[in-house]
C-alpha cells in the first residue's frame, strides 16, 4: 500500500505492526524461559553425561537469567495489553477512510453499488467493523486486527483499479 494515502490507515498499520512485534516479543521469551527451566532440571538430574553437564552449564552461563526474562515477559505482556485497544480504536478510523476512499473512487455512494468490485470492498470494511470480543485472547484480538489489516490493504491497493473502472464507465 502506497503511504500517506490517509493517516489514519497509517496509524492503525502502525497499531497492528506495533502488537504484532510484541506478541512476537512475548512469544520469543516464553520458549527462552521454557529453554532455561529446562535445562536447569536437566543439570540437575543424574543421568546427564559429564558431556552434556559441560555442554549445558556452558550455555546456561550465556543470556540472561530466568528471573530477568521473567521481567521482560511481564513488560511485554503489559505492553501487548496497552497496544491492543489502541489497535482496535485504530481500526474503526482506518475502516471508515477506506470506505471515503472507496466511496470518493466510484464519484459517490449512489455510484458504489453499479461497481461490483468497489462494492465488494465496502462490504468488507463493513464485515470487519464489529471489533474482536473481549473474551477472545489477546493472540485471536491480534489476529482478527490482522485480517482487517489485510483487507484494508486489499482495498487500498485496488482502488486505481477501482477508479479506472468508474472513470471508463462514465465515459461511456
Not at 133 to 149: F, I, M, N, V
Not at 151 to 171: P, R, T
Request: aromatic share 6%.
Amino acid at each position: 500500500m502506497p503511504s500517506g494515502i490517509d493517516i489514519r490507515i497509517d496509524a492503525f498499520r502502525e497499531a497492528v505492526e506495533r502488537a504484532s512485534s510484541l506478541q512476537s516479543q512475548l512469544q520469543m521469551l516464553e520458549c527462552s524461559i521454557f529453554l532455561k527451566e529446562e535445562n536447569t532440571r536437566r543439570l540437575e538430574n543424574d543421568h546427564v553425561s559429564d558431556y552434556e553437564r559441560h555442554w549445558l552449564s556452558e550455555s546456561m552461563k550465556h543470556g540472561e537469567h530466568v528471573h530477568w526474562l521473567r521481567i521482560r515477559r511481564v513488560k511485554a505482556e503489559t505492553a501487548l495489553r496497552k497496544a491492543l485497544p489502541q489497535a482496535i480504536e485504530a481500526k474503526a478510523s482506518a475502516l471508515d477512510a477506506v470506505a471515503e476512499l472507496l466511496i470518493r473512487a466510484v464519484g459517490g455512494k449512489a455510484s458504489l453499488l453499479t461497481f461490483p468490485f468497489a462494492r465488494h470492498h465496502y462490504q468488507e470494511m463493513a464485515r470487519h467493523r464489529p471489533g474482536p470480543s473481549l473474551r477472545l485472547g489477546q493472540a485471536a484480538r491480534l489476529a482478527h486486527l490482522r485480517k482487517t489489516w489485510k483487507a484494508i490493504d486489499f482495498a487500498v491497493g485496488s482502488l486505481q483499479q477501482i477508479e479506472f473502472e468508474a472513470h471508463d464507465e462514465s465515459s461511456r
